[in-house]
């Protein structure tokens, strides 16, 4: 049992470059969440997605999107990279409403 | 939406002392209120939780409050030990609202041996 999966760990990008950030969960649940960590702001909530097929934007969608094709993943993208996005990016996954949240290993993403 | 504020930003205590991690919400709708507990590096785990139904709950050596009227809630931790070294997070959660968690900007926790 793996839980939450992130993929990849670390990653550079150049300003203007595109990527996307794999979150993969193994324990069946419906809600998952990305957020973003930045020193003194604790966890933003960039978007989340309450069943397959739906996502929704949390405080801080600007310059991001996300796709929830299989209930299993959670896709994060960013099409044109700026260095305001340099960040650590958590994925995380809970059961139903107001259970624990089980978060990813963290993806660093440094933008120059 | 729901405003978490936490304190203190930082917080050192002497190894056996205990700690106190304070947060207040603004959402009086906010049913659900966990610690996580994050080690330098890693991905945050919870430590404990509290519904607001429940006015306290304790884990061994933590503890959890919380004054619904206030709309605060509190983590104490009891005779620490180095290992408790991290940053912890409060969050508030409602569950009408797309499930959605508001973190607390979080608690830089140092026991010193």
């Known amino acids: 049992n793996a839980g939450v999966t992130q993929t990849p760990k670390f990653r550079v990008l150049k300003t203007g470059q595109s990527m996307t950030l794999l979150c993969a969960q193994d324990?069946?649940?419906?809600?998952m969440y990305w957020y973003r960590q930045d020193p003194g702001m604790g966890l933003r909530l960039i978007h989340y997605s309450v069943g397959e097929g739906t996502t929704a934007k949390g405080e801080v969608p600007d310059g991001y999107n996300v796709s929830r094709l299989k209930k299993q993943n959670f896709l994060l993208g960013l099409e044109s990279a700026a260095p305001s996005q340099t960040s650590v990016y958590f994925c995380?996954?809970?059961?139903?409403?107001?259970?624990?949240?089980?978060f990813g290993q963290g993806t660093r993403l440094t933008v120059v | 939406g729901e405003n978490v504020e936490q304190h203190p930003s930082t917080l050192s205590v002497q190894e056996g002392d205990s700690a106190v991690i304070k947060c207040t919400y603004s959402?009086?709708?906010?049913?659900?209120f966990p610690w996580y507990k994050q080690e330098l590096g890693k991905r945050p785990q919870l430590i404990i939780d509290?519904?607001?139904?429940?006015g306290e709950k304790k884990d061994q050596r933590i503890a959890v409050t919380l004054n619904k009227t206030a709309k605060h809630f509190s983590l104490h931790i009891t005779e620490t030990q180095p290992e408790d070294s991290a940053v912890y997070f409060c969050a508030a959660h409602r569950s009408n609202t797309g499930n959605q968690f508001y973190f607390g900007t979080g608690t830089s926790l140092t026991v010193i041996p």
């Open positions: 995380a996954s809970t059961r139903t409403g107001g259970t624990e949240a089980f």
């Open positions: 959402d009086s709708a906010s049913n659900y």
């Open positions: 509290i519904r607001s139904n429940v």
């Open positions: 324990m069946n649940h419906e809600y």
